[in-house]
């Protein structure tokens, strides 16, 4: 038997030991901290909002659950590099890692942006990840267990959005999780990435009613009529982290609603065929 065909029916371990998820107190984070925490995983939330990154820790403590959050500006690498020590003097090597911290913006134009905030959200968004994935993922390499990294897109990594920091800053994430996958597989370590759509937090509902962002125009591009809640994206995260998804690495996957195949089809210059007389 080669040795391609032997490992291929090898059964890799399930990735194991804590689950670092950043951006953890709030939204996406927040839900696959729960899902994390339920699993039975060992959690490590890293947030810069400690308020209410410790009492979703206290809370799922009391539950029984191992939680720890810890004080984390992700943009900083010499930080994110101390609280992995931390984080590994406590509960051992990251076995999964979700880079869920990020800034999101409204709608601005590149003449007129503001580049001190453009900088900042791509320290964020951008750099934030990468930080975290080299920091965990030596833990995971060194430890030699495997593991899995998910690091959080967006349709902005799938399409222009008139969001000139953050949608380019996706699209780079996009790549950066294809070159860690390329370069950790042989770890066993599986790294991919989630592309939500539009969630239905407090947030956007917030957005919605400040008329930052258009209800009717949102709807009126996906193939399904609901959006995603946070617990659908932290589903797919899990999915991504299970022993099911052992072979798949690399990818990026939409949690959209139908939203990638039906933007441009919906608006489409002819006209969308449902909503002409007489069409099913
Ligand atoms: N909400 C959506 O509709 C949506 C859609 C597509 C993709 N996403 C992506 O999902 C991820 C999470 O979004 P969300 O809606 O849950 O956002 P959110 O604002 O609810 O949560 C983001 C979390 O990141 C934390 N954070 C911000 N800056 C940080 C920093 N420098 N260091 C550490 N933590 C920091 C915040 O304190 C917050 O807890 C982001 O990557 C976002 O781009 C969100």
Same mark, same amino acid.
């Given at each position: 038997?080669?040795?391609?065909?032997?490992?291929?029916?090898?059964? !890799?371990?399930?990735?194991?030991?804590? =689950?670092? +998820?950043?951006?953890?107190?709030?939204?996406?984070?927040? $839900?696959?901290?729960?899902?994390?925490?339920?699993? *039975?995983?060992?959690?490590?939330?890293? /947030?810069?909002?400690?308020?209410? *990154? %410790?009492?979703?820790?206290? %809370?799922?403590?009391?539950?029984?659950?191992?939680? $720890?959050?810890?004080?984390?500006?992700?943009?900083?690498?010499?930080?994110?590099?101390?609280? $992995?020590?931390? +984080?590994?003097? %406590?509960?051992?090597?990251?076995?999964?890692?979700?880079?869920? =911290?990020? @800034?999101? !913006? &409204?709608?601005?134009?590149?003449?007129?942006? /503001?580049?001190?905030?453009?900088?900042?959200?791509?320290?964020?968004?951008?750099?934030?990840? @990468?930080? =975290?994935?080299?920091?965990?993922?030596?833990?995971?390499?060194?430890?030699?267990?495997?593991?899995?990294?998910?690091?959080?897109?967006?349709?902005?990594?799938?399409? #222009?959005?008139?969001?000139?920091?953050? &949608?380019? $800053?996706?699209?780079?994430?996009?790549?950066?999780?294809? @070159?860690?996958?390329? %370069?950790?597989?042989?770890?066993?370590?599986?790294?991919?990435? +989630?592309?939500?759509?539009?969630?239905?937090?407090?947030?956007?509902?917030?957005?919605?009613?400040? *008329?930052?962002?258009?209800?009717?125009?949102?709807?009126?591009?996906?193939?399904?009529?609901?959006?995603?809640?946070?617990? /659908?994206?932290? /589903?797919?995260?899990?999915?991504?982290?299970? !022993?099911?998804?052992?072979?798949?690495?690399?990818?990026?996957? #939409?949690?959209?609603?139908?939203?990638?195949?039906? +933007?441009?089809?919906?608006?489409?210059?002819?006209?969308? #065929?449902?909503?002409? !007389? &007489?069409?099913?």
């Amino acid at each position: 038997m080669s040795s391609a065909s032997a490992s291929a029916s090898a059964e !890799p371990p399930a990735p194991r030991g804590v =689950a670092v +998820v950043t951006g953890g107190a709030r939204g996406i984070g927040e $839900a696959a901290v729960r899902r994390f925490a339920a699993d *039975g995983y060992p959690v490590a939330i890293l /947030d810069v909002d400690a308020g209410r *990154g %410790e009492k979703l820790a206290a %809370e799922l403590s009391r539950d029984g659950a191992q939680v $720890a959050f810890h004080a984390c500006d992700v943009a900083d690498p010499d930080t994110v590099a101390a609280v $992995a020590d931390r +984080v590994a003097a %406590e509960f051992g090597p990251a076995g999964v890692l979700v880079t869920s =911290a990020a @800034l999101i !913006p &409204n709608t601005e134009s590149i003449m007129d942006m /503001d580049l001190s905030a453009h900088d900042r959200m791509w320290r964020v968004n951008y750099h934030g990840t @990468l930080h =975290a994935c080299r920091s965990f993922g030596r833990q995971m390499v060194d430890a030699g267990a495997g593991g899995s990294i998910v690091t959080v897109g967006s349709i902005n990594s799938l399409l #222009p959005l008139p969001l000139p920091a953050y &949608n380019p $800053a996706k699209v780079a994430l996009a790549r950066l999780t294809q @070159l860690l996958a390329a %370069e950790l597989g042989r770890h066993r370590v599986r790294v991919n990435s +989630v592309a939500p759509t539009y969630v239905m937090t407090p947030e956007l509902q917030a957005r919605i009613d400040a *008329g930052q962002r258009d209800l009717g125009k949102m709807m009126g591009v996906h193939a399904l009529d609901t959006l995603p809640l946070t617990a /659908d994206v932290a /589903d797919a995260i899990a999915f991504l982290c299970s !022993p099911q998804a052992r072979t798949i690495t690399g990818v990026l996957l #939409p949690v959209d609603s139908g939203w990638a195949a039906s +933007v441009s089809y919906m608006t489409y210059s002819g006209g969308v #065929p449902w909503q002409k !007389p &007489n069409t099913r």
